[in-house]
């Protein structure tokens, strides 16, 4: 398990070098899902790099693995019971799935997010952000 998450580690190294070269912000995506996908299911930084793939994806406008990343991070962190991040995530999946005008993921996406609100783990305040977010 050590030298998985070595290896993780490192790929995360390379791909935040690549993060100051906008030609390179697919490349710096792809190895953060592959540093995630190395990750065990309970390691939070595996959401964090999907995350941060799923945003660089989209810069370089490779909005399906934007959404992919997205709805992988939502998933992920819904596994872990973290109901905030996973509504997030699935907020984010939601806005790129309505960019890709894939109307069916979107309304499911922004639907799971609305579920989860509704979680007595997410604060007043928490619960408006992600309102707010999906009534973009």
Known sequence: ASRT???ADELERRAWALHSRP???????RL?????RLRSAGDRSAVESLTL?????????QRDQALGAAAEAAERALAMGDVVTAAHR??????????????????????R???????????DEERAGIQARIRE
């Open 113 to 123: 997010a609305r579920l989860l609100i509704a979680s007595p783990h997410i604060s």
């Open 90 to 111: 699935f907020v984010d999946a939601a806005i790129v799935a309505a960019d890709l005008r894939d109307l069916r993921t979107a309304r499911s996406a922004a639907e």
């Open 53 to 61: 793939a799923s945003r660089l994806f989209w810069y370089a406008g």
């Open 32 to 36: 953060h899902v592959r540093a995630a």
């Open 23 to 29: 030609d390179q912000f697919a490349a710096a995506a």
């Open 5 to 7: 998450v070595d290896e």
